[in-house]
């Protein structure tokens, strides 16, 4: 993980208000593993902020991984259009 990286927790922090799967920024990285958290609303408006550990989080990707579990044989799975048409 890095810096500016969108992470979700990966656990509830009652006493910050943060609940498992809250979505935030890493705005500091402190030393390997340990990162300054931001969370935002959608408003951009920061409601909480808090210094965790990588093992607190996963990062999040909003784009395909090329390096997975089928390496480059990924099967094919044509786009199902039929299934999303309602009437």
């Known amino acids: 993980m890095k810096l500016l990286d969108v992470v979700a927790l990966l656990e509830d922090l009652p006493e910050l208000g943060l609940s498992r799967g809250q979505v935030g920024t890493i705005v500091e990285e402190y030393e390997p593993n340990i990162f300054e958290v931001e969370f935002s609303d959608l408003e951009g ?5 808090d210094t965790l550990l990588e ?3 996963i990062k999040l990707f909003y784009h395909p991984i090329v390096e997975n579990a089928y390496g480059n ?4 799975i044509p786009p199902d259009y039929q299934s999303r048409i309602t009437l």
């Open 73 to 76: 044989n990924m099967p094919q």
């Open 45 to 49: 408006r920061a409601y909480a902020l």
């Open 55 to 57: 093992d607190q989080l």
